[in-house]
Protein backbone atom coordinates (compact mmCIF):
# COMPACT_ATOMS: atom_id res chain seq x y z
CA UNK A 1 0.00 0.00 0.00
CA UNK A 2 2.58 2.56 1.08
CA UNK A 3 4.23 1.76 -1.90
CA UNK A 4 1.54 1.57 -4.64
CA UNK A 5 0.90 5.46 -6.06
CA UNK A 6 -2.72 6.89 -5.18
CA UNK A 7 -4.07 6.99 -8.23
CA UNK A 8 -5.80 10.43 -9.51
CA UNK A 9 -9.81 11.06 -9.45
CA UNK A 10 -11.90 10.95 -12.91
CA UNK A 11 -13.79 13.04 -14.36
CA UNK A 12 -17.38 11.44 -14.74
CA UNK A 13 -19.74 12.81 -17.53
CA UNK A 14 -22.99 12.92 -16.14
CA UNK A 15 -24.26 15.79 -18.68
CA UNK A 16 -23.73 18.64 -16.49
CA UNK A 17 -19.74 19.97 -17.24
CA UNK A 18 -20.16 22.31 -14.70
CA UNK A 19 -21.05 19.42 -11.89
CA UNK A 20 -18.62 17.05 -13.39
CA UNK A 21 -15.31 19.60 -12.74
CA UNK A 22 -17.21 20.18 -8.94
CA UNK A 23 -17.37 16.25 -8.29
CA UNK A 24 -13.89 15.85 -9.63
CA UNK A 25 -12.71 18.36 -7.57
CA UNK A 26 -13.87 16.74 -4.42
CA UNK A 27 -12.74 13.40 -5.69
CA UNK A 28 -9.20 14.22 -5.90
CA UNK A 29 -8.93 16.12 -2.86
CA UNK A 30 -9.84 12.24 -0.95
CA UNK A 31 -6.81 11.40 -3.50
CA UNK A 32 -4.95 13.49 -2.00
CA UNK A 33 -5.82 12.91 1.57
CA UNK A 34 -5.52 9.51 1.16
CA UNK A 35 -1.29 9.91 -0.43
CA UNK A 36 -1.05 11.91 2.71
CA UNK A 37 -2.26 9.80 4.66
CA UNK A 38 -0.24 7.18 3.06
CA UNK A 39 2.75 9.26 3.51
CA UNK A 40 2.49 9.76 7.31
CA UNK A 41 1.58 6.30 7.86
CA UNK A 42 5.06 5.82 5.89
CA UNK A 43 6.98 7.84 8.27
CA UNK A 44 5.35 6.63 11.07
CA UNK A 45 6.51 2.96 10.62
CA UNK A 46 10.01 4.17 10.03
CA UNK A 47 10.29 6.26 13.18
CA UNK A 48 8.82 3.51 15.07
CA UNK A 49 11.76 1.27 13.89
CA UNK A 50 14.52 3.71 14.49
CA UNK A 51 13.28 4.20 17.83
CA UNK A 52 13.32 0.39 18.30
CA UNK A 53 16.64 0.32 16.74
CA UNK A 54 18.23 3.10 18.63
CA UNK A 55 17.00 1.10 21.78
CA UNK A 56 18.48 -2.15 21.08
CA UNK A 57 21.85 -0.45 20.13
CA UNK A 58 21.73 0.87 23.29
CA UNK A 59 21.04 -2.19 25.25
CA UNK A 60 23.88 -4.05 23.32
CA UNK A 61 26.48 -1.18 23.75
CA UNK A 62 25.93 -0.39 27.53
CA UNK A 63 28.39 -2.31 29.87
CA UNK A 64 28.04 -6.06 30.74
CA UNK A 65 27.78 -4.22 34.47
CA UNK A 66 25.54 -1.93 33.91
CA UNK A 67 22.00 -3.27 35.59
CA UNK A 68 19.13 -3.87 33.17
Known amino acids: MLTTPTP ?7 GDPALDWQ ?5 ETGQLNRANDDKATGFNIINGCEKRDA ?3 RKIERPWYWPF
Open 55 to 57: EMK
Open 8 to 14: HATIQDS
Open 23 to 27: LYGVA
